[in-house]
């Protein structure tokens, strides 16, 4: 196993940072799961896990793991897989498809958390992903919440782990009603 190939199987330290204020045993999405890794974590905690991506080979790594479900799902192409269905939180790292952003939002439960963390623009310095389909621009994570979400925490930054990079991150929560 490489070290980025390693790097993809450890946990985002923001996702662990503010995973404790999703609503114990609340229901968790994985957005664009990959082969788990967040999933696992979070199933670990006691959190009911829908794991959602198009790649059916790495959902088949989550077959049969307690508390988690995988679906195999064009979350691009196709519907909406949970369309009235709320999370008490909802988890994206390393994904970008802007035309999904509102319904992440608007499938939060009251008092849910969003937590995203994902590359901006700045990236192409460093590598991939370099177009700017998959790159966040200046604020715009703040921008599609704004109003409609609270923000407990965000950066616009460059990391140097788990390898260089720009990325923004956002925690953020609805109120309770």
């Not at 199987?9 to 045993?25: M, Q």
């Not at 460093?126 to 599609?144: I, W």
Request: hydrophobic share 45%; aromatic share 6%.
């Amino acid at each position: 196993m490489t070290d980025t190939h390693a790097s993809l199987e450890t946990p985002s330290g923001w996702v662990l940072r503010w995973a404790h204020l999703i609503t114990a045993g609340g229901a968790v999405l994985d957005v664009a799961c990959g082969s788990g890794r967040h999933a696992r974590v979070l199933a670990k905690r006691g959190y009911e896990v829908h794991a959602v991506d198009r790649d059916a080979a790495a959902l088949a790594r989550l077959a049969g793991v307690p508390k988690i479900t995988p679906l195999c799902a064009d979350i691009e192409g196709g519907p909406w897989p949970y369309p009235s269905r709320t999370f008490a939180g909802i988890v994206v790292t390393n994904y970008l498809h802007r035309p999904l952003l509102p319904m992440l939002v608007q499938s939060l439960a009251a008092g849910g958390v969003l937590i995203y963390e994902t590359f901006a623009v700045g990236n192409e310095r460093y590598g991939r992903p370099s177009n700017p389909d998959f790159l966040l621009r200046r604020g715009e994570l703040l921008d599609t919440v704004g109003g409609r979400l609270a923000v407990v925490d965000y950066d616009d930054l460059v990391v140097s782990a788990p390898r260089p990079a720009v990325v923004q991150r956002l925690c953020a929560t609805r109120d309770r009603v």
